[in-house]
């Protein structure tokens, strides 16, 4: 079993930036993916961002370039950096481990998720 736990969500202003944090009990092992993924009101959730164990990232087109997944070994915490941010990004934002390589933004992959951080952006 692995424990996940999401923070940092808050209300920011359009063109505003958030650095979200994700507290893991473990990382994956090697060939398996972390992901962020959010899920706005009404709408299905999505995968915006996922990165392997070697570091490796992908993104969803409607963040890249915007939004980069980092994480801590050390710390054992998984990050989402997320800039320029728009009202289209409100959403509970949410962090999930343990999907396969190939299929990195996958909500069904994912058996491990954590309960979710709020994000709005005010126009």
């Known amino acids: 079993q692995v424990q996940l736990e999401e923070s940092g969500g808050g209300s920011v202003q359009t063109g505003g930036s958030l650095t979200l944090s994700c507290a893991v009990s473990?990382?994956?092992?090697?060939?398996?993916?972390m992901g962020w993924f959010r899920q706005a009101p009404g709408k299905e959730r999505e995968g915006i961002a996922g990165i392997a164990n070697d570091g490796r990232s992908t993104y969803a087109n409607s963040v890249k370039g915007r939004f980069t997944v980092f994480k801590d070994n050390y710390k054992n915490t998984l990050y989402l950096q997320m800039n320029s941010l728009k009202p289209e990004d409100t959403a509970i934002y949410y962090c999930?481990?343990?999907?396969?390589?190939?299929?990195?933004?996958?909500?069904?992959?994912?058996?491990?998720w954590g309960q979710g951080t709020q994000v709005t952006v005010s126009s």
């Open positions: 999930a481990s343990g999907a396969p390589f190939t299929a990195p933004l996958r909500v069904d992959k994912y058996p491990y």
């Open positions: 473990r990382f994956p092992e090697r060939g398996y993916f």
